[in-house]
C-alpha cells in the first residue's frame, strides 16, 4: 500500500498561501534553472532572514550598541538598545542593516555604521516519502541538498524509480513540481538540487498508477501537476 501521508503534505502545501498552480512542469535545465544546485557559499547574500534566526550586529566604533548574537523572535523581529524592537524576517541583511542605520541616525549617531550578519539560521523541515526506506519529516540546514534529502531517509528502496524523484516547492506564484534523475546527479551529470524548507520530495516507485490515483482523490487541481509531469 503506497503511503499517503506524502499527499496530505502535498494538499496543506497547495493550501499554505498558494493562489495558483504553475502551468509548466519542469525537468531538465528547466527544473535545474528553477531548482538550483547548492550554494559553497555559508548562506547567499539574498538570504531573506527569518524568525529564530540569530544575527551579529556591529556597529562601527559602538561597542555598547553591538552583539554577538541577537535573536529573531518569532514574530521576526529583533530588539535592539535605544531603538527597541526591529522587523527582520523577509529582509536581507543588508536591507536590516540599512533599516538600524536609519533609526540610529534619526535620534542618536550621526553617520552609524551598521553590519548584520546572520550566524545561525533557524532550522528547516523537509519531508521525503515515496519509495525510500525510512520516509518522514527531517530537519536539514541552509545548504542541503536532493542527495542528502535521501540519505536521511536512508536511501531509495529496491522498486524505486531514480528517475523519478519528484521534488514540489510553494513559491508566492504558485506551486512547482521538477522531476530529477538521481542516478545522473551521482554520476555527476546532472547539478544536485538544492533543497529548501518545506519542499516536499516523492520517490516514485512501481505503485505508481495506485499513487496517481490517490493523488486525484487528495486536489485534482494537483493530479494535473502530476499528470503532465508524468507525460514529459
Known sequence: MVNSNWLIAVGALALSGCT?????VLSGDAANTRFPAASTATLPADYKIGPEDVLR???FQEKDLSFEEV???TSGEIVLPLIGAVQAAGKSSTELSHDVAARLKERYLVDPQVSI???KAAVMKITVEGAVAGPGIFEIDRQANLLQAMALAKGPTATAKLDEVIVFRS????LYAARFNISDIRNGNSPNPEILGNDIVVVGDSFAKQLVRDFIKVSPMLATVWIRLRGN
Open 20 to 24: 495558483s498552480v504553475s502551468p509548466s
Open 57 to 59: 550586529v556591529t556597529v
Open 71 to 73: 535573536p529573531v523572535d
Open 117 to 119: 550578519a546572520v550566524v
Open 171 to 174: 513559491k508566492p506564484d504558485g
